[in-house]
Structures are given as C-alpha cells and as structure tokens.
C-alpha cells in the first residue's frame, strides 16, 4: 500500500484539523487491522459499507470505509496536520497477503 497523495480539509465540523490520506489500492480489512497496531482498533462490519476507526490517544484518529482508497486522520482542534511519521512507516511495512 503506498500513500499517493495527501489533502487538508478546512471547514468541517468535527475538527478543524483533518488529513485526507489518499491510497494507490482500495482499504482491505488486514490493512485497518494493521495501521490498528498504532492504538485502539475498532471495526463495524455490520453496515452495508464496513467502517473502521484506529484511536492513536492523545494524537490523533484515523477513520475510513472498507475498500475505499482514502481514509481521513483527525486532529485535536488547532494541532498541526502533516502527516504523522508513525502512521507513514506503517503503511510502508504493509504487505497485502
């Protein structure tokens, strides 16, 4: 899984400090369960379109869709948005079996 691309999101109202975080492949459940590693892993396969949430405490929280190419990394209001990283070398240590 490679990072392609990154986008700051401005005006949103759960934070005013978001990453878009762009991907070269679609989300597959093993990639949420491994960037899961860097906190706390919660997955929803109950919907029509599975989501999951990774809470990196006190940093940040990353939340994206199942087989969608991008996920979004939440920062704490007035936080700095480049990309952390920690979450960059995990995705580089990723390897789709």
Known sequence: ???????????????SSIL???????IAIDFAKHIGTLGKLAIN???GKPFFR????????????IENKKCRIV???G????LPEEFRLVVEQYTAE
Do not use: W
Request: glycine share 4%.
């Open 20 to 26: 878009d975080i762009y991907f070269d492949n679609p």
């Open 75 to 77: 920062f704490p209001d």
């Open 54 to 65: 990774v809470i990196v405490k006190s940093k940040y929280t990353i939340k994206g869709s």
């Open 1 to 15: 899984m490679k990072i392609i691309s990154t986008k700051q999101i401005e005006g949103c109202l759960e934070s």
């Open 45 to 47: 396969e109950t919907l």
């Open 79 to 82: 936080a700095r948005t480049a």
